[in-house]
């Protein structure tokens, strides 16, 4: 199993990022693919959820209404865009696939952003 995430950087308030996420290995077209955060001294936290086919999606609190998770199973490949960002939007951000909705199984080395005027 491979997950290779990449697009992150340095982003000014209110900016836009897009991250994508190469993934190779597994059935993608099977699995739930998530998007994670982590910020230093804290925990893995969850941003977004898409399943298998596309129809289904969740976000987290923070990020519902300014972050946007799509796939495309013929590319094996998961992105997340993320607009009007914040600063609190900084931290290391992870691409992970799960056999449920509940939690991820298994996650990439992860990209950095990072959002500072």
């Known amino acids: 199993v491979q997950l290779v995430e990449s697009g992150g950087g340095l982003a000014q308030p209110g900016g836009s990022l897009r991250l994508s996420c190469a993934a190779s290995?597994?059935?993608?077209?099977?699995?739930?693919m998530y998007w994670l955060r982590q910020t230093p001294g804290k925990e893995r936290d969850f941003v977004a959820i898409?399943?298998?086919?596309?129809?289904?999606?969740r976000y987290d609190d923070s990020v519902r209404g300014r972050f946007t998770i799509s796939r495309d199973n013929a590319k094996n490949a998961l992105w997340l865009q993320m607009n009007s960002l914040t600063p609190e939007d900084t931290g290391v951000y992870y691409c992970?696939?799960?056999?449920?909705?509940?939690?991820?199984?298994?996650w990439g080395q992860g990209t950095q952003v990072t959002v500072t005027v």
């Open positions: 290995g597994f059935a993608f077209s099977s699995y739930y």
């Open positions: 898409i399943g298998p086919t596309g129809l289904y999606t």
């Open positions: 992970g696939l799960g056999v449920t909705h509940r939690e991820p199984d298994y």
